[in-house]
Structures are given as structure tokens and as C-alpha cells.
């Protein structure tokens, strides 16, 4: 029996951790299916394979990019349309022009950032919803949590909880437990909402009484420049390292002995599952997806971002009690290499696949 083709669409082809992922799929899956990946805008970057993968990308013009995007799936209707986190006019589109066979992966829990964007999206959702009724919707989430936020903010329905999948053998290969607190990290995008300039605030708090301390900071985004200019003018800027995206990110994990984690919203968090697959202590906010990752080690939540005080008060607390902390990272590590493998993910996709 012929394998259906696959096609992975996404916003923009960019060094993101949901773009990225996608590369587990394209190595696992490109001798079982025929694999396509279609970029909606133009890509910042080229990061597949394309030995591997045939991929098409669309224009910035908004237009431009929903019809094109019409186009493509008239051309490939009767394939799998893997949508991850388009939102509900993509998803619309892809319906209307008669694809098949749609799996809208929800990894998110933001939907709409205004009263006008509530509008127009809700209604586009609550249209996906009539559609439903007619035409099959695999719906996804990548936690309990995403998916409790879809259910009661987007649509009525229970979408299907598949854990991201994380390359464990890669992180657990660096597993210690950590001694002694010499250098704290970040790693991620340096986007609003994840709050990197706590990060920075929390470690001047105790630069000064650490003077081997060391923060390193790892990703890219629009705060970049912003961030560097705090660096700069911190009487700790020589301790203070902006090393943009990083390759390596298990070697980076070693090199810590502490992650700091301050997003206001994630729908999961693979830098938390891969820092504690090598042993690695973190502190947190107060997502709930976080407990899910690191089974609800109440020592590893400071608390919610928006309460500075309360926050350093329990990094303060969890800074003298680091031995701790340290010891319940290495128990917290074997629990997530057991729940967070990517070959459960990448088999509970397989089954998927394979039933159209």
C-alpha cells in the first residue's frame, strides 16, 4: 500500500524549537512517506534537508501568503497536513480547499492579544468548529495543559495529548549531579513574555556576594539588542555572556550548574526536559505545563513572574539550599527521560499517519 505524503506547515522556516523539531519527523520518516515542508513566509534560513524533505515557501504580503497557501493544498488535498499551530484562518483555508486528511498540532496557549483579534479569531475558530461536524480534524496538544487551554478558551472539543518528543540519549549522556553554583543560564528566545530581564535582575541580586558567578544567556529574538545594552551598562557585564543561537545545547546544559526559567506562558518546555536530562537544576514560574515536565517538585517554582518580591525571596531560599535542589534535579531527570523520549512521539505519530 502507497504512503501517503506528509506535509509539516509552519509560519516561517527559522531557527525555533518548533521549526527545528521537525527535523526528528524528516529524519525518522523520509524513507516511510514522502515528506514536504511549506514555509508560509519567507524563510530566515534554510534548515532541512532538502535530500530529505521537498520544501516550498510562500510570501510576506498577507494575501499573497493565503492564497498561495489555497494553491498548495487544491495541488495536494488528498495528502496529510500536518498544521502546527497556524491558527484557525490557515486551518480554514486548508479545509475549504478540500484537503482530507488535516492534524492542526496545538503547541501554544496564546490565541489572540486584543479585543479585535478575540473577535475575528474566535470566529474563525467557532467556524472550524460547524466545519468539524462534516469533515474530520485530528486535533493535537502538546501537554495537558495546551490542551486544557484550547478546550476552554477555543473550542469545546478534547484534542489528543502527545508529549513532545526530546532526543534523550543526547542530554543523558551528560548527566552529573552538579556540586558547586558557578555559572546560572538561559536558554530560548529572547522575546517578550519570557522574561530574560528577570533572569538578568535576579542574578545581580547575588553577584556580589558570588564574585564567581557567571550567567550565559543562549538563543536569539528582538531582545537581543535591548538585552545587550543592559549587559553593557551592569557592573557584572564582564559575567554576563549573550552567546546567541547555540548548536551544542546538551554541551551547553553541562556547562551549567543552574537554569533559570521565567516565561509568562509556554504550552510545554523542552529547554526544561533537555537542562534536567543532564542533571541539571532549574527554577521556574508558575506554568502549570512545568509540573507536568518535572512531576511537581514544588522546589523548583519560584512563583509567578509578575511578583518580583515573592520570586527573589524563594530564589534567594533556593540558592542557599542549591545541594538540594541539585539532588532533586537528578530524580527528576529519570522521570522525564521516561516520559519524553522522541520515539514515543515519534511512534504515536507514526500510528497516526499511518491510518490514512
Known sequence: MKSSPIHYV????????VELSINHYIDYFWQRF??????????????????????????????????????????????????????????LLSLLAGVKNPIYHIRGTIYWDSNWQWFYLK???????????????????????????????????????IYNGINTGAYTQKRVQRRTLKNIGYA?????GKNVELILQLFESIADQKPELQLHIAGEGPLRKSLQAHVTQSPFSDRIHIHGFVKDMPTFF????????????????????????????ILTSNIPVFNEIHGGEDDFTLGDPSYYETLHTRFLAAIDNYE?????????SHYAEKKFSIDQHLAAFHKIYSGY
Open 10 to 17: 509552519m509560519w516561517r522556516f527559522t531557527t525555533g524549537g
Open 34 to 91: 514522502p515528506l514536504y515542508a511549506y514555509s508560509l513566509r519567507t524563510p530566515t534560513q534554510k534548515i532541512y534537508d532538502e535530500k530529505k524533505v521537498h520544501t516550498t515557501s510562500g510570501k510576506e504580503n498577507n494575501w499573497s501568503v493565503y492564497f498561495s497557501f489555497f494553491l498548495y493544498c487544491r495541488k495536494h488535498k488528498s495528502d496529510i497536513f500536518h498544521l502546527l499551530n497556524g491558527g484557525p484562518i490557515i486551518l
Open 123 to 161: 470566529s474563525a475558530w467557532l467556524l472550524v468548529g460547524v466545519i468539524k461536524r462534516f469533515f474530520p480534524i485530528h486535533f493535537i496538544a502538546n501537554s495537558n495543559h495546551s490542551a486544557k487551554v484550547f478546550h476552554e478558551k477555543v473550542l469545546a472539543i478534547q484534542p489528543e495529548v
Open 188 to 192: 530560548g528566545r529572547l522575546h517578550e
Open 254 to 281: 553541562a556547562s551549567l550548574d543552574l537554569l533559570l526559567f521565567m516565561s509568562a506562558y509556554e504550552s510545554f518546555g523542552n529547554v526544561l526536559v533537555e537542562a534536567l536530562l543532564t542533571g541539571l537544576p
Open 324 to 332: 538540594t535542589l541539585s539532588q532533586k534535579a537528578m530524580t527528576a
